[in-house]
């Protein structure tokens, strides 16, 4: 659980209060709600899903860059033939290898 502190203009506290406890809830219940019904309205929103799609895109995008800038560093082929594909998977695994990165005996 987080906490958030917010400022409400006094008009907007007593009615928030006076409609909580007309309802018998609790501020925090009735902001909660409010809260839960703002977020369902929006997460199916078109716009919102493009937005947040593009933004994983991005994410994405900058984790393989830094993958490969972290492999070619260590040269490390096997994280570079590993990068994440278009569908998420990987194109080949790492290998057998040990905790510290240097070959497994064996």
């Known amino acids: 659980m987080k906490n958030l502190a917010i400022r409400l203009e006094e008009e907007q506290h007593a009615q928030l ?9 609790t501020m925090i219940d009735a902001i ?13 929103q078109p716009e919102l899903r493009e937005r947040a799609e593009a933004v994983l ?12 800038a972290i492999a070619a560093l260590l040269g490390d ?13 990987r194109t080949s695994s790492r290998g057998a290898r040990s905790k510290g990165g240097g070959e497994a005996s064996g």
Do not use: F, V
Request: glycine share 8%.
């Open 57 to 68: 895109a991005d994410i994405e995008h900058q984790a393989a860059t830094r993958r490969g």
């Open 32 to 44: 909660r709600q409010a809260i839960d019904q703002w977020i369902g309205e929006r997460r199916n």
């Open 77 to 89: 082929e096997d994280t570079l033939a590993s990068e994440p594909t278009a569908t998420g998977g």
């Open 17 to 25: 209060s006076m409609i909580a406890q007309l309802q018998d809830l």
